[in-house]
T-cell receptor
């Protein structure tokens, strides 16, 4: 089991640029979650999918953020345009459902300068 | 009021000692409970689920008190490698099945 795979591990970009984060969930997991973590706000749920369908995107901070899950093995989180306050660690996690907990990817550390 | 609240710490613990800390949750309908561990600059990892009857995993003991709406984690014989942030996690049936609520974490520092 390769676990949840995220790429890139680190991303440094200039303000205004588009950023795309990628995630491959564990095979067979039907829930996928995108979280953002900062020192000030802790772990924040941005959006989650069930069977590739977005269920709750109420945590997406604004229209600059969008997420897709075109198939069961791939999801993207896009920020366009990026801003310095978007700097954070973005985690993807997958699960068989809340009862079983999550498995997190290693995260993408995003720095917007 | 936050749905899941934790004392941020840090709890400074001498190696070999016991440390315990709690987490309170606001929704009495919460059903599933977990403790996650997060090392510095790493992803959170599931430490253990918390069952109504309480459960133990080696040096770690988790308890659930539904009446007072809190869960606890106790670490016996602390090791230097136990230094981490411990995240309390709950899920409720009012949320969609898959959604977990994370606390902000309790930092534990085990000192030699």
């Amino acid at each position: 089991d390769a676990g949840v795979i995220q790429s890139p591990r680190h991303e440094v970009t200039e303000m205004g640029q588009e950023v795309t984060l990628r995630c491959k969930p564990i095979s067979g997991h039907d829930y996928l979650f995108w979280y953002r973590q900062t020192m000030m706000r802790g772990l924040e749920l941005l959006i989650y999918f069930n069977n590739n369908v977005p269920i709750d995107d109420s945590g997406m901070p604004e229209d600059r953020f969008s997420a897709k899950m075109p198939n069961a093995s791939f999801s993207t989180l896009k920020i366009q345009p990026s801003e310095p306050r978007d700097s954070a660690v973005y985690f993807c996690a997958s699960s068989l459902g809340g009862k079983w907990g999550y498995t997190f990817g290693s995260g993408t550390r995003l720095t917007v300068v | 009021r936050k749905e899941v609240e934790q004392d941020p710490g840090p709890f400074n613990v001498p190696e070999g000692a016991t440390v315990a800390f709690n987490c309170t949750y606001s929704n009495s309908a919460s059903q599933s409970f977990f403790w996650y561990r997060q090392d510095c600059r790493k992803e959170p990892k599931l430490l253990m689920s918390v069952y109504s009857s309480g459960n133990e995993d080696g040096r770690f003991t988790a308890q659930l008190n539904r009446a007072s709406q809190y869960i606890s984690l106790l670490i016996r014989d602390s090791k230097l490698s136990d230094s981490a942030t411990y995240l309390c996690v709950v899920t409720t049936p009012t949320d969609s099945w898959g959604k977990l609520q994370f606390g902000a974490g309790t930092q534990v520092v085990v000192t030699p």
